[in-house]
């Protein structure tokens, strides 16, 4: 069965500082990896995907995230943060088959001024 | 506007009490899907539907049912509700199982 993992439960970055939110994934065949982003009171809003291709994937609002293989991750990284990024992010996975979409935990991002 | 909509957004019930959340969307697409958030656990997969008539269980079935019968609308149906199911819920809609999702504004259910 599929499963990811963000071992982050909070990351913390300045303004104007790059971020990164780290995803790990583990499935069975070729995954379909997801991020996707909450903000306060809100549903959850899609930023980017990887489903084959080029292993930078570019996203709404500035976002990428880079499918690495080897590594099994699909880390998020936004080159500058902004105050307005701060939110919970959802990594999520599945297999290429007909199989549920498994999502992790999330991390909740702190962008301070 | 493409939307995911649906009802209640706020419920608060007793154990044992039937209850119906709708979900329905107008964008014709064939892929829904129910999920329930719970702190420190994410979103977990409750059913999903690949189509009319078609459905799956996702991570979490127990204690629910879904239906199918038409393509705009997917009800999620909780026959007896239980404390433990309190949660905020998610409806989402797709292209396909393969594509993004794109959610609805959420029902927060509380069962006492």
């Known amino acids: 069965a599929q499963s990811v993992a963000q071992p982050e439960d909070q990351v913390n970055v300045a303004e104007g500082n790059p971020l990164t939110v780290k995803c790990t994934y583990s499935?069975?065949?070729?995954?379909?990896l997801f991020w996707y982003v909450q903000y306060p009171n809100r549903g959850l809003q899609f930023l980017l995907k990887?489903?084959?291709?080029?292993?930078l994937v570019k996203g709404s609002y500035g976002f990428e995230a880079e499918f690495n293989k080897s590594q099994t991750s699909f880390h998020l990284k936004k080159p500058s943060a902004l105050v307005s990024d701060s939110a919970l992010y959802f990594c999520?996975?599945?297999?290429?088959?007909?199989?549920?979409?498994?999502f992790g935990k999330g991390t909740r991002l702190s962008v301070i001024a | 506007e493409a939307q995911v909509t649906q009802n209640p957004r706020y419920l608060i019930t007793v154990t044992g009490k039937k209850l119906t959340v709708t979900c329905s969307q107008n964008?014709?697409?064939?892929?829904m899907s129910w999920y329930r958030q719970d702190p420190g656990l994410g979103l977990r997969q409750i059913y999903y539907?690949?189509?009319?008539?078609?459905?799956d269980k996702g991570d979490v079935p127990e204690g629910y049912k879904v239906s199918r019968k038409e393509k705009r609308n997917f009800p999620l149906i909780l026959e007896s509700p239980s404390p433990n199911q309190t949660s905020l819920y998610f409806c989402?809609?797709?292209?396909?199982?393969?594509?993004?999702?794109?959610f609805g504004p959420g029902t927060r259910l509380t069962v006492l």
């Open positions: 999520a996975v599945r297999d290429s088959g007909n199989t549920p979409l498994v």
């Open positions: 499935v069975s065949g070729n995954p379909y």
């Open positions: 990887y489903i084959t291709g080029d292993n």
């Open positions: 964008m014709n697409h064939e892929y």
């Open positions: 539907s690949m189509n009319v008539e078609v459905t």
């Open positions: 989402a809609r797709g292209t396909s199982g393969a594509n993004e999702q794109f």
